[in-house]
């Protein structure tokens, strides 16, 4: 039985570090609300009340209605784009999270000639920005008809997306335990099953701090919308908000009915799996 020598009290000093590095954090964390509840708090108010007082106001004030997304879904088409959204996002964040996987198990443990190079090359492509590849992939697209279409949207995104993919899964993969693997060989099992059975169950935080990053980044998207899509009525949110903004940039109220519902789905998303994403981050992005 422990002593009450072996739990050590903690002096005053470091409970007062521990509160005071607590109520910073906090702090910070405040302000950085502040601007989503300003936007969540004006996208309730009418235009009237946003025209003749600040976002605060409304918290005494409580005068809400739900017109302007009512008008945002309908009257200005959101709720097509909304669904465009998740139709470019949900296969785009699929694929390469399944390709991902797929090549960083093969470069974390599987032996064949040319691994290191290929490695290699993955972490050169992530740093080649994105807008040296837009006019020839376009041109390509233009000649085997994808542009235009989802297939090509989603083709260009997990071929954006996999750099990074590969590089997140690859590292965390190849610091499972080897024990797990060598004993699935030795007892018959092939790649495939060590993979299915082992690896990805065991690489769940690494593919959940994927699927974060992927989902955000292909949802916020514009610029490959604009170029690959070119038909609007495929455009997702991003492309409709800027629309938006660019014909009634005066109308505060929608435009703050729009941006929160663009943003409310990759915070669902964010929260869903937010346990996941510290573990994977640390392990992933800087073992290897």
Known sequence: MRTAAAYPLRSPARIAGRVLAHGILVLLGLVWLVPSLGLFVTSWRSPSDIAASG????????RYTLANYGEVLSARGFANNFLNSLIITVPSTLFPIAVGALAGYALAWMRFRG????YLG??????????????PVLRLFNTFGLTGTFAGIWLVHTAFGLPFAVFLLRNFIAELPGAFIESARVDGASELM??????????LPAL??????QFVWVWNDLMNALIFLQIRDKYPLTAAIQSLLGQFGSEWHLLAAGSFVAMSVPLLVFFALQRYFV???????VKG
């Open 208 to 213: 959940a701090s994927l699927a974060i990053f």
């Open 55 to 62: 976002w605060w106001n409304a918290l005494v004030e409580w």
């Open 122 to 135: 993955v972490m050169a492509l992530l740093v080649v920005p994105l807008q040296l590849t837009w006019v």
């Open 194 to 203: 060590i993979f299915s059975r082992i690896v990805l169950p065991l690489s």
């Open 115 to 118: 691994r290191d190079f290929i």
């Open 279 to 285: 573990r994977g981050i640390t392990v992933g992005g």
